[in-house]
């Protein structure tokens, strides 16, 4: 049971270029979600997943693409990066059906767009 | 949409001293939990606490819904513990809500040796 893993750990892109950003989780979760992390703030969400086929927009959308096509995977994409982009991500997966709600996160991905 | 405030912002102690963090919300929750980011930016989960109270060792925490807050206590603290708490609450989890996890902005707790 690896949990919530996320690859790659860095990446340096140029501005333009595209790029996903994978996360992966075993523990059969329904719930899945980006996050971004700027210097000195908590953590934005971009885009959720409450199942495979469903996803939707959070606090911070614009730039970013994903889609759910299995439970387990929940690709992010960038498909023209830009500076404002640069920042630490963090995948998350929890279960639906509440009170068991506990999220789980990935290492994280710091990306720098140049 | 719900608020999260965190306090105090920054925390410098002493090893061996103890610490309250506190976490307000706005808001009734569903879930809250408490998270520990380590200088090398981990997130560790510490706690999920929507109500009433844990321990794990030096660490405990307690929620008290109804009045909207949850404390962190870290007992007899080591340089270990340094780095950023963050409380996280969830508001509602219905297909048709914006269900989200919102995390306040953190403390960021430096232990000295």
């Known amino acids: 049971n690896a949990g919530v893993t996320q690859t790659p750990k860095f990446q340096v892109l140029k501005t333009g270029q595209s790029m996903t950003l994978q996360c992966a989780q075993d523990?059969?979760?329904?719930?899945m979600s980006w996050y971004r992390q700027d210097p000195g703030m908590g953590l934005r969400l971009i885009h959720y997943?409450?199942?495979?086929?469903?996803?939707d927009q959070g606090e911070v959308p614009n730039g970013y693409n994903v889609s759910r096509s299995t439970t387990e995977d929940f690709p992010l994409r960038l498909l023209s990066a830009a500076p404002s982009q640069t920042s630490v991500y963090f995948c998350?997966?929890?279960?639906?059906?509440?009170?068991?709600?506990?999220?789980?996160f990935g290492q994280g991905t710091r990306l720098t767009v140049v | 949409g719900i608020q999260v405030e965190q306090s105090p912002p920054d925390l410098i102690l002493q090893e061996g001293a103890n610490s309250t963090l506190r976490c307000n919300f706005s808001?009734?929750?569903?879930?809250l939990q408490w998270f520990h980011q380590n200088p090398w930016g981990q997130l560790i989960n510490l706690f999920y606490?929507?109500?009433g109270t844990k321990q794990n060792g030096r660490l405990s925490a307690t929620t008290v819904a109804t009045e909207r807050y949850s404390l962190l206590y870290i007992s007899s603290s080591q340089t270990t513990d340094s780095g950023v708490y963050f409380c996280?609450?969830?508001?509602?989890?219905?297909?048709?809500?914006?269900?989200?996890?919102?995390f306040g902005s953190g403390t960021r707790l430096s232990i000295r040796p």
């Open positions: 998350a997966s929890s279960y639906e059906v509440l009170p068991d709600g506990e999220a789980f």
């Open positions: 523990m059969n979760h329904e719930y």
């Open positions: 997943s409450v199942g495979a086929g469903i996803t």
């Open positions: 808001d009734s929750v569903n879930n």
């Open positions: 606490i929507p109500s």
């Open positions: 996280a609450v969830e508001r509602d989890r219905g297909y048709s809500s914006a269900s989200k996890i919102i």
